[in-house]
């Protein structure tokens, strides 16, 4: 079994057993034929993956690795908002009309502040210390920004990224606001995997833990039949996952630069509906 399949399971069955519903309560988000999207949640989830173990995709159904990198790429190496640099429709639904989703993410990336070792983006400002100062506690990034929250046509979700560096072992703890479990949970996982996994390459550093943070874990009403077959099915090997060696530059990598092996899986559940 996938040590990510445990943790999916373990999540999953603590947030059905013992979350707080919020039934009877006043919710923002809506179904499509705007019925309220209740959740039963957990606070505080905080899932390790040990990134020098195994690569942690599910196999209870299969993620979509280069769709969910391609997004990936999209905000922290194009640090772009607009939606028609990227290849799936995933943030349609937030776009306006130029399908920009407003000073949001990749917006966020690309802003330039004055660091001491000089002026740059966040992104550069990571991969400067990496190289740098690799034992630094600072190396972070946060696109959290109040001043321009009004501007944005979503509020991020994964907000924030702090890099450690152990031996010569890059770590990283990803803190996320809010994520929906099943929509969501492994597709954050793996971008934010294969991120430390880019960034160790180029620093000469090798990916170790991968820690996630979330502060409200939910499964919304609707996911929950989906959930339950999920912990119903049998789990298979993770998958092996490699990069192109050749690539020295974050800026160079590409999706065609992954590889992903002997990825068995359960199949995909289809039409999830999405709450907005």
């Not at 999916?8 to 059905?16: E, S, T």
């Not at 959930?227 to 990598?253: G, I, M, S, T």
Request: charged share 20%; glycine share 6%.
């Amino acid at each position: 079994m996938s040590k990510a399949d445990d943790i999916f399971k373990g999540m999953c069955g603590k947030i059905l057993d013992g979350g707080y519903s919020s039934a009877g309560q006043k919710v923002r988000a809506k179904w499509p034929d705007g019925e309220p999207a209740h959740t039963i949640k957990a606070f505080g989830v905080v899932n390790r993956y040990d990134l020098s173990e195994e690569f942690p995709a599910l196999t209870l159904r299969p993620t979509p690795i280069k769709t969910a990198v391609d997004e990936l790429l999209w905000i922290w190496q194009k640090k772009s908002n607009n939606v028609n640099e990227l290849s799936s429709n995933i943030w349609d639904e937030w776009a306006d009309e130029n399908g920009s989703i407003g000073k949001a993410y990749g917006y966020q990336l690309s802003q330039k502040y004055k660091f001491a070792q000089g002026e740059m983006d966040q992104v550069d400002n990571v991969l400067w210390q990496l190289k740098n100062t690799p034992y630094s506690r600072r190396i972070l990034t946060s696109i959290y920004n109040f001043s321009d929250l009004s501007e944005m046509n979503l509020e991020p979700c994964a907000y924030s990224m702090t890099f450690n560096v152990t031996g010569n072992k890059l770590n990283a703890v990803l803190n996320q606001r809010s994520q929906d479990i099943l929509a969501a949970n492994n597709w954050n996982v793996v971008q934010y995997s294969v991120l430390v996994y880019m960034l160790a390459q180029v620093s000469g550093l090798l990916p170790g833990e991968l820690v996630h943070v979330i502060a409200d874990a939910h499964i919304y009403d609707r996911h929950v039949p989906a959930v339950k077959e999920l912990l119903e099915r049998p789990a298979f090997p993770a998958p092996k996952f490699k990069l192109n060696r050749e690539v020295k530059d974050f800026y160079n990598f590409t999706v065609s630069d992954i590889s992903i092996e002997d990825y068995t899986t359960n199949p995909q559940i289809k039409n999830i509906p999405i709450a907005v």
